[in-house]
């Protein structure tokens, strides 16, 4: 099993920043990529970014290219999800989540295994 714990959410005005953390813990070595998920009242669930463990590969959904950046600590094992530019649409909950080698590289959320608990992200205008 894999467990990941998130933090770094919180309530930041327009054009602010905050900087998410997942912390892995368990079958790291198990890890095939990483990805960054949101859910916004209402709305399904969607990547916001990801990356493989080996940082070889990485993804950001359009909407978010060019404020966000994901990246990864092997020594720490902790992915983080740096979040500049904050937008009032960007107010989610940001899951972590974790999936192993099988089927390769994705996006979608149904391949991913292991997910974090949720943090709140509200950006107020």
């Known amino acids: 099993q894999v467990q990941l714990v998130e933090s770094g959410g919180g309530l930041v005005q327009a054009g602010g920043s905050l900087r998410l953390s997942c912390a892995v813990s368990?079958?790291?070595?198990?890890?095939?990529?990483m990805g960054w998920f949101r859910q916004a009242l209402g709305k399904e669930r969607e990547c916001v970014a990801a990356i493989k463990w080996s940082g070889s590969i990485t993804y950001y959904t359009d909407s978010v290219k060019g404020r966000f950046t994901i990246s990864r600590d092997n020594a720490k094992d902790t992915v983080y999800l740096q979040m500049n530019s904050l937008k009032p649409e960007d107010t989610a909950v940001y899951y972590c989540a974790a999936k192993g080698l099988r089927g390769g590289w994705s996006t979608d959320p149904a391949d991913f295994s292991f997910w974090g608990q949720g943090t709140q992200v509200t950006v107020s205008s």
């Open positions: 368990g079958r790291t070595l198990s890890t095939y990529a």
